[in-house]
């Protein structure tokens, strides 16, 4: 499974929109990009993935680059409960096996 | 509701004994997963099962083990000789992934295990 970076931390004011980028360079052409979050002591709940079109839910906005070795997750206007862990991973489309990384922790500030 | 329910939510052990956590899920799911959780830590893989009689080792299966005799069930024992069993154990399930676009994990609420 490719491996993914992210930052450790990031802030964000409320009701602004929280960018959340992932490095994923050695992806291969069969993996799909998922976007997980975990909110403080719950298991992780599944947002939004896509392979290499831009993708949008009622949850978030997927962007991924034309070379797909990075994407970015958009919240579009981040709340006081958008504040958590937010994992990206990369997996095959066939595959079942997920490994996840250290994340991110959002802080979504008043 | 259909779900993934894990107990207990926490549990207190003595060192050298054996604890299991239970997981069932009511969502017809074929896979199951069971990750560790340490306090800052991304989760790791501990054990998997594609199918029911089947499982396979994760990342750090040592000191653990499983059963998957039940399709909706899948137990975790944490044995004695796990050294470090302090921890955050969370269980999963999704749809088998062979050929499947999207394969989302649904996870449970976790158990939390203090080696006292």
């Known amino acids: 499974d490719a491996k993914t970076t992210q930052p450790p931390s990031m802030d964000c004011a409320e009701g602004r929109a929280a960018n959340l980028p992932c490095n994923h360079s050695?992806?291969?052409?069969?993996?799909?990009v998922y976007w997980y979050r975990q909110i403080h002591s719950q298991g992780p709940q599944y947002i939004i993935h896509?392979?290499?079109n831009n993708e949008t839910n009622e949850m978030a906005s997927l962007i991924i680059t034309e070379d797909r070795k990075s994407s970015t997750l958009i919240l579009p206007h981040a709340t006081l409960r958008d504040t958590a862990v937010y994992y990206c991973?990369?997996?095959?489309?066939?595959?079942?096996?997920?490994?996840f990384g250290a994340g991110t922790r959002l802080f979504v500030k008043a | 509701d259909g779900g993934i329910t894990q107990s207990p939510k926490y549990l207190f052990r003595k060192e050298g004994q054996n604890v299991t956590l239970s997981c069932e899920q009511n969502?017809?799911?074929?896979?199951m997963y069971w990750y560790r959780q340490d306090p800052g830590q991304g989760l790791r893989l501990i054990y998997y099962?594609?199918?029911?009689?089947d499982f396979q080792k994760g990342d750090i299966a040592e000191g653990y083990s499983v059963s998957r005799e039940k399709k909706e069930s899948f137990p975790l024992t944490v044995t004695s000789a796990q050294k470090n069993p302090t921890a955050f154990y969370l269980c999963a399930s999704s749809i088998w992934g062979q050929g499947k676009r999207k394969v989302e994990l649904f996870f449970g609420e976790g158990s939390r295990l203090t080696v006292l």
């Open positions: 050695t992806i291969s052409g069969n993996e799909y």
């Open positions: 991973i990369v997996r095959p489309g066939g595959g079942f096996k997920t490994i």
């Open positions: 099962s594609q199918i029911v009689n």
């Open positions: 969502l017809n799911h074929d896979a």
């Open positions: 896509g392979l290499k």
